[in-house]
């Protein structure tokens, strides 16, 4: 596919067949299982995607801040998980409160103190907010050990609070030859949280894991919900896991040749980009082979990124594209992508459709 | 200094003093070398910030994009330098030829190809749009060999745009050790290049080198003007090189502590900070000790950064914040922190002075 005209680079282009297919395969995928599906919304933070992810079959949406859940709220999502230990301020209360005006609203809380203030703060609206007990299923971020989820409960519970379950996030999944371990550890770490709850009497219905690397392997014997986002749009971090192919990326950066110079002796062709790191994000994990992909030449190597420049190494085959071509770059990381920008540009078969705002971008307070 | 209480996290602070101490003391370092200072704008896109910097004595602005210098052109900057190697589309050329009604424009060119396309674009426009023609000094991005440099030149005068000189950016003296080195060959590649330009009848009285980490180093004797941009900000990056102390840090991520748990078996103390790569950017240089600094904990190391989240390493002394403390975190490179928020904080003494938006965040095109 080429860039269509109507796009000026640097620019995020989501290609709506393949969000679409993206969108129901999932969906699919957690309905054979038995699972709930809560896409996490932080990756595209549009609510035309929300709609669509809803519209086939999910629970509701996850976030990751209460201002990511005010903008999908006043979209109209009527279900909102915010995935993350908040510690309320008083600023924060008056929003969540007020959040729970307009829809069901569950937190995470990781600790018998976040309890205990989450509960105080929000005063009579605290009846109106579930929580989930955050669990650490192996990444050693934040979450409790799964046998102490039944202190936090019980500290939630005693500040007013309904406690709704437990969730984890096994983000160490995303490296090569974890994801099996991680999505066996996941599901270990639910059951034995679900058991600590239980032997203090907490019923506990919601047991919510998942991240796209361990979505296909999540079970419902010890999850009833799963939480991926980027599978909505893939990104160079999952091509490169096997997690999706280069078929089923859906959002790209378009990019235009602004240098190419020949290399200096024994080094690679290069050629410049006009798209940096203010538009790719520059998550570069230790295993990943550059700062991004080119999605139609699978052999080149973005070896370096400044703010408005990409460095790509060529190797062939074929000619080195000429200064003013315009190439499709994945970002390493879809999230930071789409952050970065106030607007998306969808296209179908090369054509320019439509635009959609990234309506909670930088809404991550 | 804390977190002022009507600032709720995350947060960008910017301390005015420091701020202020920054601007003040680069002018009086150019003009202590008789060379012009072009403060580079892509590192705070702050109009408030721009002002100030002209206010004491810079020449006029740098800028990365033509949407930034639409932004700075607006807030009334009357004279701005586009430092890229632009190659223009039809949207751009005619954004390009209004902004030159506006305020005095140059703009990089590195190729016959470039300067030939950009003279052929902005039709009679060009006769209004100065060139600097781009040198690579080292750093191997764009940019060509100083000797090169009357080719492009002459594409340039024969397109019909003016030819005021050449640029370089040392970028490769973001390392240990290598500013003393990097300011040496961008002395070498200025004078060089302005040796091809002069042997082909090129006047060329710009020669503009500079960055935060080779400004203190840069000599009139090859240069006219500088451009450093981080020096207003500071960051992680600046002070782990030795170019800044830590009182010289103007802008720190205001985070919150939301989650301590005990470590695994032979793991260091460690908690969790409601800031991560979606407000403090994910650039991390090898050499760098981590993903950020905390400012006033110098020795605690952040070693793993998520979207919302900054696993800290905590080695002592004193004892480990508690949860619902609140702290300020130094980012590795803060043009990309800046260019997340839609606002900062200004702040002096702990007290909240303001608010400035950043108005050119996002106009990375």
Chains 1, 2 share one sequence.
Request: hydrophobic share 50%; with cysteine; net charge negative.
């Amino acid at each position: 596919m080429t860039v269509p005209s109507g796009v000026d680079t640097p620019a995020v282009l989501v290609d709506l067949d393949v969000l679409d297919r993206n969108i129901t395969r999932m969906a699919e995928i957690a309905k054979a299982k038995g699972l709930a599906l809560r896409p996490h919304a932080k990756t595209h933070k549009i609510p035309e995607i929300a709609a669509r992810q809803l519209a086939a079959g999910a629970a509701g949406l996850t976030v990751a801040t209460i201002g990511e859940a005010e903008v999908f709220a006043a979209a109209g999502v009527a279900d909102l998980f915010i995935a993350y230990p908040l510690w309320l301020s008083p600023a924060k209360a008056l929003r969540l409160a007020a959040l729970t005006e307009k829809a069901a609203v569950t937190a995470g809380v990781d600790s018998a103190e976040g309890a205990a203030r989450l509960g105080a703060c929000l005063g009579p609206a605290a009846a109106r907010v579930g929580v989930l007990v955050e669990i650490d299923s192996g990444h050693h971020r934040s979450g409790v050990a799964p046998e102490a989820a039944a202190t936090v409960a019980q500290a939630a519970a005693g500040a007013g609070l309904k406690v709704a379950g437990v969730f984890t996030f096994p983000g160490h999944s995303y490296a090569p030859g974890m994801p099996v371990e991680a999505a066996w550890q996941e599901q270990d770490a639910l059951s034995r949280a679900a058991g600590s709850l239980a032997a203090a009497g907490f019923e506990a219905p919601v047991r919510s894991g998942g991240s796209t690397p361990t979505a296909l392997l999540t079970e419902g014997s010890a999850a009833t919900e799963m939480r991926p986002g980027v599978y909505v749009f893939g990104d160079a971090q999952q091509w490169e896991l096997g997690r999706c192919a280069p078929t089923d990326i859906a959002l790209t950066v378009a990019a235009t040749v602004v240098s190419r110079h020949a290399p200096a002796a024994g080094s690679p062709s290069r050629f410049i980009l006009d798209a940096g790191s203010k538009i790719l994000g520059s998550d570069r994990p230790a295993w990943a082979s550059g700062f991004g992909r080119l999605l139609d030449h699978p052999d080149a190597r973005i070896a370096a990124l400044s703010e408005h420049h990409a460095t790509i190494e060529w190797p062939g085959p074929g000619p080195m594209p000429r200064v003013g071509e315009r190439l499709r770059v994945v970002p390493n990381h879809v999230c930071l992508a789409v952050n970065l920008v106030d607007d998306v540009a969808v296209v179908s078969g090369g054509e320019l459709l439509d635009r959609w705002m990234v309506a909670a971008r930088g809404r991550n307070h």
